[in-house]
């Protein structure tokens, strides 16, 4: 992924663009540097850069130099640094629309989400982001949450039963594992490969790459590709900043940001089938083929708990129609 980063310096070595920069954006992300998300902001950075014959630089900042994904959202807002790629999980107290966006076995697919995200239900939630002091210049992949555990293959809800899966601290999780008949377990992230390891918990939920870089693979072999949540995760603007800039640029911005979209999806689809392959070698085994049907049946409490206004309803039903 490092052909992004050679584009950028070959043209801002170029004779048109050496020293030409007037306008030099700050962009943070707290995933490494060749991460899908970081790789996607720089293909960006390079779309704009040769759009605007050098006019406009977007620096990368990544590994969270410029903090951690909360406090620089804030930032953006502010204006004090440019733009930031986040999850929508962590907009949830910021734009509580994308609350939504956390509920269980809401996209059918991968593709569903995508179409979604570039349809008119994005359009409006870039109005709802705009409202909050940030422009939304492309909606990234987030990858897709599945079960992995060290006793069984889960073929079916009835192989959750009696399980302890680790979740992340939130009560969407928490109730979403007891609706499947499991036992949920909020644990720190680096404290799950021991906790398997000795028992404490049977296994975890979350993605190809995750469970691949963790190591989880060598404790809990059994991988069951479920796709039980999809977050969208996004690159934004700070409106201070948007606000300072022509017409013309904008209109760059806004279609380096969704060409950026496709990149990020695709190196992060690479990422996906890489790690899959590496956990595959590695002895996991992989349960794809399952009726979804009865686990998103048994989310209906869970919907009833959280999408409870209205707005929420009509949203949730727009979603599910989406083609």
């Given amino acids: 992924m490092k052909f992004l980063t050679t584009t ?86 910021i734009v509580p629309v994308t609350q939504t966006f956390s509920l269980p076995y809401l996209f059918r697919s991968v593709e569903h989400m995508h179409a979604v995200m570039d349809g008119p239900i994005g359009e409006e939630l ?70 398997i390891q000795t028992g404490v918990i049977d296994g975890a939920e979350n993605n190809f790459p995750s469970y691949d870089s963790s190591g989880h693979a060598e404790v809990a072999k059994y991988f069951t590709l479920d796709e039980h949540l999809m977050v969208p995760e996004l690159v934004a603007i700070s409106k201070v900043t948007w606000d300072k800039l022509s017409p013309e640029d904008q209109q760059i911005l806004k279609e380096a940001g969704r060409n950026s979209s496709a990149t990020q999806r695709q190196l992060w689809a690479e990422q996906e089938q890489e790690s899959e392959q590496n956990v595959i070698a590695a002895g996991a085994e992989i349960v794809r083929e399952i009726d979804k049907q009865p686990f998103i049946d048994a989310m209906a409490p869970v919907y009833e708990k959280y999408a409870t206004s209205p707005e929420a309803q009509d949203l949730v039903e727009r979603i599910r129609a989406t083609e």
Avoid: W
């Fill in 8 to 93: 950028i310096a070959a043209l801002l070595a170029s004779a048109s663009f050496a020293g030409a920069c007037e306008i030099t954006l700050r962009s943070s992300d707290t995933h490494p540097d060749g991460y899908p998300t970081v790789e996607g902001v720089k293909a960006m950075a390079a779309e704009v850069l040769e759009k605007t014959d050098g006019r406009i630089c977007i620096e990368v900042f990544p590994s969270s130099q410029l903090g951690e994904e909360r406090d620089t959202i804030e930032q953006t807002q502010f204006g004090v640094i440019d733009m930031v790629r986040a999850s929508f999980g962590t907009f949830n107290d």
């Fill in 126 to 195: 870039g109005a709802a982001f705009e409202e909050r002091d940030l422009v939304v210049l492309g909606y990234y992949d987030g990858g897709a949450r599945s079960f992995y555990n060290s006793q069984r293959p889960i073929n079916s809800i009835e192989d959750l039963a009696g399980l302890k899966i680790r979740v992340i601290q939130n009560d969407v999780f928490v109730d979403m594992m007891a609706a499947l008949g499991a036992t949920a377990t909020p644990m720190p992230y680096g404290e799950v490969y021991s906790a």
